[in-house]
Protein backbone atom coordinates (compact mmCIF):
# COMPACT_ATOMS: atom_id res chain seq x y z
CA UNK A 1 0.00 0.00 0.00
CA UNK A 2 1.70 3.11 -0.72
CA UNK A 3 0.66 6.50 1.18
CA UNK A 4 -0.04 9.50 -0.30
CA UNK A 5 2.91 12.34 -0.63
CA UNK A 6 2.10 15.99 -0.35
CA UNK A 7 4.78 17.33 -2.99
CA UNK A 8 5.18 20.23 -2.37
CA UNK A 9 5.93 19.86 1.11
CA UNK A 10 8.37 16.96 0.39
CA UNK A 11 9.79 19.44 -2.00
CA UNK A 12 9.97 22.69 0.49
CA UNK A 13 11.50 20.18 3.06
CA UNK A 14 13.90 18.96 0.77
CA UNK A 15 14.96 22.95 0.36
CA UNK A 16 15.17 23.47 3.69
CA UNK A 17 17.60 20.79 4.12
CA UNK A 18 20.06 21.72 1.48
CA UNK A 19 19.81 25.05 2.68
CA UNK A 20 20.98 24.07 6.02
CA UNK A 21 23.56 21.76 4.58
CA UNK A 22 25.19 24.46 2.66
CA UNK A 23 25.00 26.61 5.59
CA UNK A 24 27.00 23.80 7.52
CA UNK A 25 29.75 23.48 5.02
CA UNK A 26 30.12 27.25 5.19
CA UNK A 27 29.89 27.58 8.51
CA UNK A 28 32.98 24.68 9.01
CA UNK A 29 35.10 26.91 6.61
CA UNK A 30 34.28 29.76 8.56
CA UNK A 31 35.39 27.77 11.67
CA UNK A 32 38.62 26.09 9.93
CA UNK A 33 39.51 30.30 9.42
CA UNK A 34 39.26 31.27 13.07
CA UNK A 35 41.41 27.62 14.35
CA UNK A 36 44.23 28.85 11.27
CA UNK A 37 44.05 32.72 12.46
CA UNK A 38 44.73 31.30 16.01
CA UNK A 39 47.45 28.77 14.88
CA UNK A 40 49.14 31.68 12.90
CA UNK A 41 48.86 33.52 15.94
CA UNK A 42 51.16 30.47 17.71
CA UNK A 43 48.13 29.16 19.99
CA UNK A 44 48.30 25.33 20.20
CA UNK A 45 44.71 24.26 18.62
CA UNK A 46 44.66 20.93 20.33
CA UNK A 47 44.63 22.67 23.55
CA UNK A 48 42.17 25.05 22.35
CA UNK A 49 39.80 21.96 21.59
CA UNK A 50 40.89 20.80 24.51
CA UNK A 51 39.48 24.33 26.60
CA UNK A 52 36.45 24.34 24.33
CA UNK A 53 34.94 20.76 25.45
CA UNK A 54 35.75 22.17 28.92
CA UNK A 55 33.52 25.35 29.30
CA UNK A 56 30.65 23.01 27.54
CA UNK A 57 30.79 21.09 31.15
CA UNK A 58 29.03 22.13 34.47
CA UNK A 59 31.48 23.44 36.74
CA UNK A 60 30.87 21.19 39.54
CA UNK A 61 31.37 18.31 36.96
CA UNK A 62 34.29 20.07 35.70
CA UNK A 63 35.96 20.32 39.59
CA UNK A 64 34.79 16.44 40.41
CA UNK A 65 36.98 15.75 37.25
CA UNK A 66 39.67 17.84 37.85
CA UNK A 67 39.96 16.36 41.42
CA UNK A 68 40.03 12.60 39.58
CA UNK A 69 42.69 14.06 37.11
CA UNK A 70 44.89 14.81 39.92
CA UNK A 71 44.39 11.71 42.21
CA UNK A 72 45.11 9.45 39.16
CA UNK A 73 48.14 11.48 37.77
CA UNK A 74 49.96 11.25 41.69
CA UNK A 75 49.18 7.62 41.48
CA UNK A 76 50.75 7.31 38.81
CA UNK A 77 53.78 9.65 39.17
CA UNK A 78 52.97 12.12 36.54
Known amino acids: MQEVVDSQDLINTISKLEKLEEEKRELADVTKDAYNEAK ?37 GI
Open 40 to 76: SKGYDIKIIKHILKLKKKDKDDLAEEDSLIELYRGAV
